[in-house]
């Protein structure tokens, strides 16, 4: 078991570009969760899904974002036209159904210049 | 609304002495309470929990009280290493209500000196 996987881990885009992230969580984990932390501030939660539900979305997470787990195993969060507030650390982390601590991956930086 | 608050930016200690990182929440539907450990570069790493129904819970060298009537959490590292140098973040969760989502902290920067 490698833990969880992000790719890429940076990516730099223009304003109004499209990206897209990728996430592959521990395999026996079920639960597969998006946090996005800025400088200075601890993650915030953004969306989670249980097997290949996403079963709670945050208010931080506008229209102009999506996620998706379409077979209940790897995740990918797309932003569709950037801008230079989405400048931030994208981290996923997994688990097996209920609390007992996540495991985070290394996160994905992005910065929209 | 910043339903959880660790309020020292930044702790500095001498190794072999205890450090200590203060926590403090909001919302009284919190009822499981987390330490993550975060090195540069790095995505954070689970620590210790602990259930409202304990106000100690113990591993190792890590320990966490939980004050549930001042809604104040923290977290004892003794004896401190130079290795134990990252920021600490606190974090809460609602399991009735929100499932398994974490609120954090703004997170703790503790150094240890050698």
């Known amino acids: 078991d490698t833990g969880v996987s992000q790719d890429p881990r940076h990516k730099i885009t223009k304003r109004g570009q499209n990206v897209t992230f990728r996430c592959d969580p521990i395999?026996?984990?079920?639960?597969l969760y998006w946090y996005r932390q800025t400088l200075g501030q601890g993650p915030e939660f953004l969306t989670y899904?249980?097997?290949?539900?996403?079963?709670?979305k945050s208010r931080l997470l506008s229209d102009r974002f999506s996620a998706e787990r379409p077979k209940g195993s790897f995740s990918t969060l797309e932003i569709q036209r950037t801008e230079q507030g989405d400048s931030a650390m994208y981290l996923c982390?997994?688990?097996?159904?209920?609390?007992?601590?996540?495991?985070f991956g290394s996160g994905t930086r992005l910065t929209v210049v | 609304d910043q339903q959880v608050k660790q309020n020292s930016p930044s702790l500095s200690v001498q190794e072999g002495r205890i450090s200590i990182l203060n926590c403090d929440y909001t919302?009284?539907?919190?009822?499981?309470f987390l330490w993550y450990k975060k090195y540069p570069a790095e995505g954070p790493t689970f620590l210790i929990s602990?259930?409202?129904?304990?106000d100690k819970n113990e591993d190792g060298r890590f320990t966490v009280f939980l004050n549930k009537s001042a809604k104040h959490l923290s977290l004892h590292i003794v004896p401190s290493q130079p290795g134990d140098s990252a920021v600490y973040f606190c974090?809460?969760?609602?399991?009735?209500?929100?499932?398994?989502?974490?609120?954090f902290g703004e997170g703790t920067q503790l150094t240890v000196n050698p």
């Open positions: 982390a997994s688990s097996l159904a209920g609390i007992g601590g996540y495991t």
């Open positions: 395999s026996e984990h079920n639960r």
């Open positions: 899904f249980q097997n290949e539900a996403q079963l709670e």
């Open positions: 919302n009284s539907m919190f009822d499981y």
């Open positions: 602990i259930s409202s129904i304990k």
């Open positions: 974090a809460a969760s609602a399991k009735e209500t929100s499932g398994s989502r974490l609120t």
